[in-house]
């Protein structure tokens, strides 16, 4: 069955520091990677999705996440963290199919120290 | 404004006592679901349907029932809820099965 692992549930980075967040998986064909954000007492919202376009993708506020078949990976990056990008974050995985299954990762929670 | 409605947005209730917590969208998506979300664990997938008349269990689905009579609606039914079911539930949408899923703001059920 298709998993999907967030190394770390906690990750800390002072104001302007680079952010990293990792995202694994588990599939033989590559799937849909979706990274979501959730800000505190609120829904999920999308930050970028790959689709098997370009390896690289861009999303909103300056994220963005890097495909890496080899690796079965789809690590978010951010150059330069702002006081507002603390949330949690979410990986997910959707299977290519006709079941339309979501699999999220556990979450990490990212703080933005000053 | 597109948007998923979810109601109630808080809700404490006792063990027992059957529940509905309603969900709707207005941008006439085929796809909706259902997630609970616990600490560790991430979000896992209640249900879902793909379309009117056509749903299917996720990962969780003991201890719920859904409905999808109309497009815009799928409620989340609790036939006799229990401590364990304790959560915050999402309700989701999308336009294709592997699409963006646009998320409801979420529903915090304690069951005492």
């Known amino acids: 069955a298709q998993s999907v692992t967030q190394l770390g549930s906690h990750v800390s980075v002072s104001e302007g520091a680079l952010v990293l967040l990792r995202c694994n998986y588990s599939?033989?064909?590559?799937?849909?990677l979706f990274w979501y954000v959730q800000y505190p007492n609120q829904g999920l919202q999308l930050l970028l999705k790959?689709?098997?376009?370009?390896?690289l993708v861009k999303g909103i506020n300056g994220f963005e996440a890097e495909f890496k078949k080899s690796e079965t990976s789809f690590h978010l990056t951010k150059p330069s963290a702002h006081m507002s990008d603390a949330a949690e974050y979410f990986c997910a995985v959707s299977e290519r199919g006709n079941t339309g299954k979501l699999i999220f990762g556990q979450g990490t929670t990212l703080q933005v120290k000053p | 404004e597109a948007q998923v409605t979810q109601n109630p947005r808080y809700l404490i209730t006792v063990t027992g006592k059957k529940l509905t917590v309603t969900c709707s969208q207005n941008?006439?998506?085929?796809?909706m679901s259902w997630y609970r979300q616990d600490p560790g664990l991430g979000l896992r997938q209640i249900y879902y349907?793909?379309?009117?008349?056509?749903?299917d269990k996720g990962d969780v689905p003991e201890g719920y029932k859904v409905s999808r009579k109309e497009k815009r609606n799928f409620p989340l039914i609790l036939e006799s809820p229990s401590p364990n079911q304790t959560s915050l539930y999402f309700c989701a949408s999308s336009r294709v099965l592997n699409g963006r899923r646009y998320f409801g703001p979420g529903t915090r059920l304690t069951v005492t």
């Open positions: 941008m006439n998506h085929e796809y």
């Open positions: 349907s793909m379309n009117v008349e056509v749903t």
């Open positions: 790959y689709t098997s376009a370009a390896t």
């Open positions: 599939s033989s064909v590559p799937p849909y």
